[in-house]
């Protein structure tokens, strides 16, 4: 069954330095989304990206992140200056279309943990 | 008002037991509503979607209550493997569809 891969599973990186979050949407998928839990908190969503482009972000997402779809199979979510509270789980997810018969589905999510 | 709340629980029931949650969610033209399974640090899993009409997979069963803007999960005669955080997700009315994920609800089933 096609997954969505991410990684690295784990990063610890320091107080403003930059990481880049790697994932590989199913293969037929056109829609992706980036979204992210604080340990003990709800999923909350980043953003979407449609045809290169983003298609909706929240207030969450500000300057210090951005996304990226270098090739064909890549999706990244860059955090430029990392602050202590980035840590979190980041999942990424997509969706073959939108639509309210199609459901995303997720990566087993990377833990960013900054220190 | 929360855009999707849920009970965090823990609810710990005994094997075999019936288990229900419940949802609420606050924008009344939401259009697309789901259940994921999230075992601990891990990735939300669908468990299944809800519709008007009802559904049911096996021992588990989604009802939607669009006059009451909740959604409902009973889980029948629970499984120790069941014991996770049981989300329920409602889909944005605005375009991409993303997801608004409630807190979840803590489900623990003893031996």
């Known amino acids: 069954e096609p997954e969505v891969t991410q990684t690295p599973s784990h990063q610890v990186t320091q107080m403003g330095q930059e990481v880049i979050l790697r994932c590989v949407p199913i293969s037929n998928h056109l829609y992706f989304y980036w979204y992210r839990q604080i340990l003990g908190q709800k999923v909350e969503f980043l953003v979407s990206f449609y045809n290169n482009e983003i298609s909706e972000k929240s207030e969450i997402f500000d300057d210090q992140f951005s996304v990226e779809r270098p090739d064909g199979s890549n999706f990244t979510l860059k955090i430029r200056s990392t602050k202590l509270e980035d840590s979190a789980m980041y999942f990424c997810?997509?969706?073959?279309?939108?639509?309210?018969?199609?459901?995303?589905?997720f990566g087993p999510g990377t833990r960013l943990t900054v220190t | 008002r929360k855009e999707v709340e849920q009970d965090p629980g823990p609810f710990n029931v005994p094997e075999g037991a019936t288990v229900a949650f419940n949802c609420t969610y606050s924008n009344s033209a939401s259009q697309s509503f789901f259940w994921y399974r999230q075992d601990c640090r891990k990735e939300p899993k669908l468990l299944m979607s809800?519709?008007?009409s009802g559904n049911e997979d096996g021992r588990f069963t989604a009802q939607l209550n669009r006059a009451s803007q909740y959604i409902s999960l009973l889980i029948r005669d629970s499984k120790l493997s069941d014991s996770a955080t049981y989300l329920c997700?409602?889909?944005?009315?605005?375009?991409?569809?993303?997801?608004?994920f409630g807190t979840g609800t803590r489900l623990k089933v003893l031996a």
């Open positions: 997700v409602v889909t944005s009315t605005s375009g991409t569809y993303k997801y608004i």
């Open positions: 809800v519709y008007s």
């Open positions: 997810a997509s969706s073959e279309a939108l639509g309210l018969s199609y459901e995303q589905y």
